[in-house]
Structures are given as C-alpha cells and as structure tokens.
C-alpha cells in the first residue's frame, strides 16, 4: 500500500457546487505570486485569476499554435506573458515559480510524456512550491455527451495515474483533493458546437451521421432557457517535495 493518499479517479464523497475559481482561491494563495499557468487556452480563466487573485506575474503556455497567435494579440494583461510550448519541456530554469497550474490540460498531455512533464513541474516550482491541478471527471451526462465524439476515458486514467507516480516518487506530496461540481448552461445548439466541436486544439473526425447523432442528443435535454449539465471535477493540490 502507498504510505501516502493517492489521488483518485472518483469521489468517496458526494460533490459540492462551485466555480473553478473558488476551489483555486480555497486552495492556494496567488497574490503577489509567480505563476506558471500549463495549456491556457483562450486564456479566458488566465485573465480571472490576474482579475482575482492579483498575481504578480503569469507566464501562460499553450501548444495550439493558432490559439497562441491569437493570445498574443491580447494586449490588456501586462502581468501575463503568452508562451508557445508543451508541459513536458518548460522553457525556465530550476525554481522560478511559486505555482504552477494546469486547469483542465493534464490529460491532454501526451501519455508517452506526461511523467516528463511532472518531472518538469517539480523542477521549475521553487521548493515547497504548489502545483494545482483541476482535471474533469469522466462520470455524468454531460461527459456522456462528450464521449460520442471525443471520449476522453483512456487520457484521463492516464492522468491520473501520472499524478500517482509523482506522488510514488516523492516529487510531491498530496495536500489536497477536492470534487465538485460547476453548473454549464448552454442557449443553443451553435453554442455548444462552437465551444466543443469548432476547436483548434483537438483534431475531431465528425461524419455527417454522427453530427447529426450529437445534435439529436444535444437537443434532446433542451428547455426553454437552454441546456443544463452538472460537470463533475476534481482538483489535487501538490506541494513540492
């Protein structure tokens, strides 16, 4: 047996409600913080925690080449700096940050790497320094949803077991875990397409038939105010050891 928790794959205990950004606040302290920020995407979560917690600088990383040119047209965030790169080689030397965060992007690592990128997590947190990562559940209707077109099963166990690694060898230690989940309400169908299918960063191979599959099991949960999922999440908090 492991003589440390292990970070799970689902809950023992039912959820809470909340917003990602209320677990981040619970769990770690960013102001005035050096931040990595692991696979930002649109960078709309990076621009709420600069809003939020007041960091003192982020460098944000994402490895879809068109989204990163578009972030670098952002020009209102003088504290982040956008940064083309994977997880699994940062680009700083040893201990330059306080937090590092990967906000739903562990999973999208390639497995073959995603110890690397562990391996470089720890070695660019200062010591003690904090890694938070927030991961999907694969559980719920809404990842039902999801699974027709893009099932996530195989990388999300694999994520979770490279979390389970580092832990096994004493890159950290778990300080803590934490399921919930966040209401996603969706006015129409274009804008779940637009959020889940219209994407750059996941290459998607939809025939006809099976969009046509998506849109009936879309449409088929709609009431008068849109669609309404529960997305079930976890979040691990890791300290550097």
Not at 13 to 38: C, F, K, M, S, W
Not at 132 to 142: I, K, Q, S
Request: include cysteine; aromatic fraction near 8%.
């Amino acid at each position: 047996m492991p003589a440390h928790p292990q970070v799970l794959f689902t809950p023992v205990n039912p959820y809470r409600t909340a917003e990602d950004l209320d677990i981040i606040g619970e769990l770690v302290d960013l102001q005035g913080a050096d931040v990595l920020e692991l696979g930002c995407g649109a960078a709309w979560t990076t621009r709420r925690i600069v809003e939020r917690f007041r960091p003192a600088r982020v460098v944000a990383t994402e490895v879809d080449r068109i989204q990163h040119e578009n972030n670098l047209q952002v020009q209102d965030l003088p504290s982040v700096t956008f940064r083309y790169g994977g997880a699994q080689a940062i680009a700083d030397p040893d201990g330059t940050y306080d937090a590092v965060l990967m906000l739903k992007s562990l999973h999208h690592v390639p497995m073959p790497v995603m110890d690397q990128a562990l391996g470089e997590i720890h070695r660019v947190l200062k010591p003690g320094g904090r890694a938070l990562f927030l991961e999907p559940v694969y559980a719920g209707p809404f990842n039902d949803l999801l699974r027709l077109f893009n099932d996530e099963g195989e990388v999300r166990a694999a994520a979770v077991a490279a979390l389970n690694r580092a832990l096994d060898q004493g890159l950290f230690t778990l300080e803590a875990e934490v399921f919930y989940e966040t209401p996603g309400i969706y006015a129409t169908w274009e804008d779940f397409e637009n959020h889940f299918l219209k994407v750059t960063h996941t290459p998607l191979a939809i025939s006809q038939a099976l969009y046509e599959r998506i849109r009936a099991a879309f449409l088929a949960q709609m009431t008068p105010d849109g669609v309404h999922f529960r997305k079930p999440h976890r979040v691990d908090l890791l300290r550097q050891t």
